[in-house]
């Protein structure tokens, strides 16, 4: 299973290097519920995202079954956003539509069973594994407890544009929903980092100082996405 989610999480970076190209000839805002921007970014994240818990997780006592079914949630996530982006129509907290209702609430759903998931490794990275070097217990452990923080955060985005909706302010959705971005894109890939530095230096002290420094850029981010 991992070997196939290192798979997809390569065509999903394709995906989304291949929209940065679309997004260079056909141009349009990069900013904004609609343009090409959320099927670079998600495509790209997501693949990033999918091959470093593909990875992390071989360090884990973590179900091989789980890896499928976020690796599937990844494809999901990414191939409804794309299918919008080519539709020129807002993905998330768009309710205009049947069509576009339906895939709004399932992008809802997808991103319940991300944090599901995700938060069952955490569990797994915080139990620890008694074969594992300190340095990599560590890393594992900090990566996973940023992610979580990304995943806060999205569910924060996604409970404040569905608020918004639901009092009748659609646009302001579009708007105000994701005010948490820089928090949100920073904390999500200390999973990936923290453990590659563990990795390359094989050092107790300087995974410490990698967790303090990305615990640093994680509450800048939380400063710059509440200024706005």
Request: glycine content about 10%; overall charge positive; some cysteine.
């Amino acid at each position: 299973m991992r070997r196939i989610a290192y798979a997809i999480g390569v065509v999903l970076i394709l995906s989304g290097l291949f929209h940065l190209m679309v997004f260079a000839i056909d141009g349009g805002p990069w900013e904004g519920p609609v343009g090409w921007r959320k099927a670079i970014t998600f495509g790209l994240s997501f693949g990033i995202t999918l091959i470093s818990v593909a990875w992390v997780t071989s360090y884990l006592r973590a179900s091989a079954v789980l890896l499928g079914i976020f690796a599937a949630d990844c494809v999901l996530e990414v191939g409804l956003i794309t299918v919008q982006a080519w539709r020129h129509v807002p993905s998330h907290f768009n309710m205009e539509s049947p069509l576009n209702r339906t895939i709004s609430m399932l992008l809802a759903v997808g991103g319940g069973v991300l944090i599901v998931v995700l938060v069952s490794f955490a569990i797994a990275a915080f139990r620890g594994n008694p074969a594992l070097r300190p340095e990599m217990q560590l890393a594992l452990r900090a990566g996973f407890a940023t992610l979580l923080i990304g995943l806060a955060s999205g569910a924060a985005m996604i409970a404040r544009g569905v608020i918004l909706v639901n009092t009748g302010h659609q646009q302001l959705a579009y708007q105000l929903g994701g005010f948490l971005k820089p928090l949100h894109a920073v904390s999500l890939h200390g999973v990936l980092v923290l453990p590659l530095i563990a990795v390359l230096t094989k050092n107790l002290t300087v995974v410490w100082f990698a967790v303090a420094g990305y615990a640093l850029a994680i509450v800048g981010a939380l400063v710059v996405s509440l200024a706005g």
